[in-house]
Every structure is written in C-alpha cells, then in structure tokens.
C-alpha cells in the first residue's frame, strides 16, 4: 500500500492501523539520538507502575516497607502472589466464567449484524446503524437505575448471567461496528456472484462470509474479552461478592486497612495479567479493536 | 420476480438483525426514557414513587453544593486529561513517526496501558501518589527524595481543591496517551513523504513543515481525539473509585450519582444526574456520529 488512501476510504477497507509498517529501518542520526532520549525517559514513565507491581510482589513479607519501596528485592520470592491469589483466586475464576462467554455471544451477534449492515443494506439501515453506536457512547449511568431493576426482575441473585446479559447487551454496537466495517472490505461482486449461483443469505453467510471472518473474530472476541475482563460499573451494581468479578475484589482489597499494600500490588498484577498477556501475544488484534472505537480518524 | 426476491431478501435481513434491534431498542433507548421518568419523580427510598416532580431534581442539581463541585472536577479533570493526553499523544508520534531505532519497542511500551483495568491503574497510582510524608515517604515522593528533587514532592491528589483533582489526570494520561498516540502516527503514517519534500525544496525549515504542513493535515485524528477523550472524561469512574475510594473532594457526577443511587437511595436524584451526564456526552457525540455517517454515504 504505497498510496495513502483518504481516511473515510481506508475505514471503509478495513485497513488494519497501518502502524506496524515501517517504511525504512531505524536511523542513528543526531535528531533520532535526542529523539530516543526523550521516548526512553517517557519508557521509564510508563513502565514505573508495572516495575512498581512487580518488585513489591515479589519480595518477602520481612523486606517490605514503604521506605523501601524502591529497593529490590533479594531474591524472588511468591508470598504476596500467594496471599493475593488466595483472596482473589475464586475471583479471577468469576472473570474468567463472565468474560469468554460474554465476549463469544456478543461476537457473534456482532457477525451477523455486520453481515447485514454492509451486505444486506436496506432503507432505514444506515439510522439502525447510527443507533446502534450511540449506545457505544452513552454514559452508563444514564440506565444504570433500569438495567439494575431488570436484571433483578428477570436474572434475580446477583450472579454472573444478569453481568454477561449486560455485556453481551451493551457490546453490540461496537461489534456490528468492527464487523461491519470488516465484511465492507469483501468486495460487493464476490456476493453479488454467489447470489447469481443461487446463495442465499444465510449460504453466503455461512459459505463466504464467516470462513473469511476469522481475523475479524479475533479483533472482536480480543477487545471484547479484555473491555469485559477490565470493567468495574456493571459489575459492581449487578453482582454480589460471591460472583464478583477481579475489579471489583480488587477495588475491595485496596480499599480494606487489613490488606498489606504489597499483596495489593500483587494482586493488582495477577488481574492485570490476563489481558495484558492477551496483549503482548496478540496485540495487532487488540489495536484495530481500538481504532475501532474511534471509528477510524 | 424481482420485487418477490427483493422483498425476501429484505425481510430475512431484518428478521436476523431483530434481535439486535429489540436488545438495543430496550436497553439503550427504552432505559434512557426509564431515567427520563425516574429522574422527573420523586423517587426517594426502596420504594419506588414515580409523583410527577416536573424538572425540580434537576433544577435543585444546579445549587447543590456537591454537584457544583463534581462539574467543577469534570472541568478541571477534562482539561488537564485531554491536554496531557494529546499533548503527549502528539509528541511521542512525532518521535516514533522519525524512523527511531527501536520504534516497535516504543510504541509497544506507550500502548499496553490500554489493556489494564481503570482499576489495576487506579491501585497502583494510590501507591506512586501516595501524599505519606517523614517516615511514611514513599512511591514518587520517595523517587523524588532519592534523586534530590524535593521541589517535586507533592500532596497528588490529596491537594488543596481544585488541584487535587488534577493530579488524577496524570494516571489517566498514562493509561490513554497510547491511544492518542496510535491515531496520531496513522495521521502521521498517511502523509506522503513527497509533500514534505516539497516543502523543504521550497525552503521551510523542519519546524515549518510541522507547524505548516503536517499538523493541519493532522486536524481529522484530532478531532476523533478530543472526542473519545472528551467523552470518556465526562465518564470517568473507575479511576477514581480505585484511587480515593470515595472521598468527597475527588467527586465527580458519575460517583455522585451511583452512591446517591446505591448507597442512600435517591433515585430520582441519581436518574437526573445520569441524564445530565448523558446530555454532555450527546452534545459532544452526536454531530461527531452525524457527521461520520454522511461522510461515509458520500463516497
């Protein structure tokens, strides 16, 4: 891709963030030496937290102290991560249990709805459209008061099902939007063949649509999964402790006096440490997935 | 024949799309006209009463002590956030955008913030922002201390109001600056080298093409910057509740609105202060989705 495209065109073809392509190698000229000393200090800015979770956590309880916060530790040592995985072990379960098959429903709602709103578009879908991502935006305490009465009127005991109704509820339109702006890049022939061949809409779906989604699912069920996993709101109103999802026991454990603030930090990495994995070996799925919330620039 | 399979081809589309419609027709606009009517009634208690109150929550919103302060957070908030995030956003795509050696590195480092929970961010800046002083000195301050630059040791965000709310900017600046970052360098990315050349040729200095060249080019990437992050500073939370827990001088409308909802049961109170909040981000959304839309059915 040599020629840039306009942006509205490059949304449209579904261009995966073209950032991972660097034109030419590295230069070691003087601008680029005081650029690298300017983004390295910004590297040490943004890796102090993570550094900060993981030379608390892995010190013994006896070398921990707020004064020596910033001394390492002498050796590595799992007594934080152990007590922090003994009070948000049955936690980390509840995410796991709310977040893939949340992200799973609400993918594949997400397929159809992209499917029919860039292949199958009639009067009127373009406003469904548009509809739909307002609700992408929307403060949730704008139907918190509702969703909470609901939940409880149709999913009653605070458990994970009413949470993964809201998430696969309040994900639709961000995944008819990834989808819709994935199927857009399948060109209109290639249906428009299928349809003379005698395909309907659910041959072209199931034959030609979906077998060609597959990194489309994986930008979705990747965002999803990771915007599910991090979320606080929902989850704090719709479940009791016992289906707490790890944000929520999190905030509990750093808001209690009794938890020491090193297995705070400890834990603070163990529920960080999921998405951030899903991250580092997937991280060119998870930034279309962000661009996509901006609905391309 | 055309008609009959055009009409088919229709109906099955929009049978499929059906559910979607109803789920989101429910839970997004059904549930907006449901605060609507909450926060026009005076629901206050477990017991829901729905007597017709007119706009008097809102109106009492308006010369509530706490709720001015929470507007006067938003705005103090908005503008530290969205000018730290833009502001480093733009500068550290600028230096990637120059073919730095290790750029995937970099970009790698400024991007994984946004995999972490508000929550994980909030608890770990509780630590590095910590106001402890004397023997409790600690995170930053003690940083500070060990590199003997005093003059920085700081209360964070346990200053004075309005500053402390501030300080809270700065995690979330680190959690976004990525994002903005990420948009900017795509900008930056569909520049053609050979309009910068052309510049150059005709003599402007590197500063120039910047300020001449690519920062107008840049306008559309900052635009969808200031609006995510307008928005999500309008909503911010999480961040909060995992920084301070619930302290008062921190307030902002989204805390005020789920503790007076859910821990002293004012819902109609609560109701008037989501639509508040979704009448701010609706002003700042909806020509943005508008104008998206038409650009697109223009191509």
């Known amino acids: 891709m040599t020629v840039p495209l306009p942006p509205a065109v490059a949304r449209r073809r579904f261009l995966p963030l073209r950032l991972p392509t660097a034109r030419r190698r590295g230069r070691w000229t003087l601008g680029n030496m005081v650029a690298l000393v300017i983004l390295s200090a910004f590297t040490v800015f943004f890796l102090l937290p993570v550094a900060l979770m993981l030379n608390t956590g892995l010190k013994p309880f006896a070398d921990v102290s707020l004064a020596r916060m910033w001394e390492l530790p002498s050796g590595i040592y799992l007594d934080n991560f152990q007590a922090a995985l003994a009070a948000l072990g049955p936690n980390l379960g509840n995410s796991i249990a709310l977040a893939i098959p949340a992200a799973a429903i609400s993918s594949m709602l997400g397929s159809m709805n992209g499917y029919i709103l860039s292949k199958w578009r009639f009067r009127g879908s373009d406003a469904i459209f548009t509809a739909f991502l307002f609700g992408m935006f929307i403060p949730y305490q704008s139907i918190l008061i509702p969703l909470v009465s609901f939940i409880n009127l149709v999913l009653p005991g605070g458990g994970l099902p009413g949470l993964i109704l809201a998430h696969v509820v309040y994900g639709i339109p961000v995944t008819t939007l990834i989808f819709r702006n994935y199927y857009a890049t399948l060109p209109n022939e290639v249906v428009e063949s299928a349809r003379i061949d005698g395909a309907g809409f659910f041959g072209i779906f199931r034959h030609i649509a979906l077998p060609l989604s597959i990194p489309g699912f994986a930008v979705v069920l990747i965002w999803q999964f990771t915007n599910i996993w991090n979320e606080f709101l929902f989850a704090i109103v719709l479940t009791r402790p016992g289906s707490w999802p790890v944000t929520v026991a999190l905030n509990n454990l750093a808001g209690s006096q009794i938890v020491e603030w090193n297995v705070q930090m400890a834990g603070a990495l163990l529920a960080a440490l999921p998405t951030l994995l899903v991250y580092i070996i997937l991280g060119r799925f998870f930034l279309r997935g962000l661009m996509a919330g901006a609905l391309k620039g | ?299």
């Open chain 2, 1 to 299: 024949m055309t008609l009959v399979r055009g009409l088919r081809r229709h109906w099955v589309a929009l049978a499929m799309l059906s559910p979607s419609i109803i789920l989101v027709g429910i839970f997004v606009y059904g549930f907006i006209g449901w605060s609507l009517r909450v926060s026009v009634s005076e629901w206050q208690g477990l017991r829901p009463d729905f007597t017709f109150a007119g706009l008097d929550n809102f109106v009492a919103l308006l010369s509530d002590r706490r709720f001015q302060i929470d507007m006067r957070n938003t705005v103090v908030f908005t503008t530290f956030f969205v000018v730290g995030a833009v502001g480093l956003g733009l500068l550290l795509a600028i230096l990637i955008d120059r073919r730095v050696p290790g750029e995937t590195f970099f970009r790698n480092v400024f991007l994984f913030p946004l995999a972490i929970s508000l929550i994980v961010t909030g608890v770990a800046w509780r630590w590095l922002m910590n106001p402890g002083s004397g023997e409790r000195l600690t995170g930053l301050n003690l940083l500070f201390d060990i590199f003997g630059l005093n003059a920085l040791i700081s209360a964070w965000h346990t200053s004075d109001p309005p500053w402390g709310i501030a300080f809270v900017a700065l995690p979330a600046v680190w959690q976004m600056s990525g994002f903005t970052m990420a948009l900017f360098l795509g900008g930056l990315r569909a520049i053609p080298d050979e309009l910068k050349e052309a510049a150059r040729v005709d003599g402007a200095g590197e500063f120039q093409v910047y300020r001449r060249i690519i920062i107008p080019l840049l306008r559309p990437a900052l635009l969808s910057a200031l609006i995510i992050l307008g928005h999500l500073s309008l909503k911010v939370f999480d961040l909060i509740v995992a920084l301070s827990g619930k302290d008062l001088r921190l307030d902002v409308p989204a805390i005020y609105m789920w503790t007076t909802t859910f821990d002293a049961h004012n819902y109609a109170r609560g109701a008037s202060i989501g639509i508040y909040l979704l009448l701010s981000v609706a002003i700042l959304v909806v020509p943005y989705l508008l104008w998206s839309l038409r650009r697109e059915t223009e191509l």
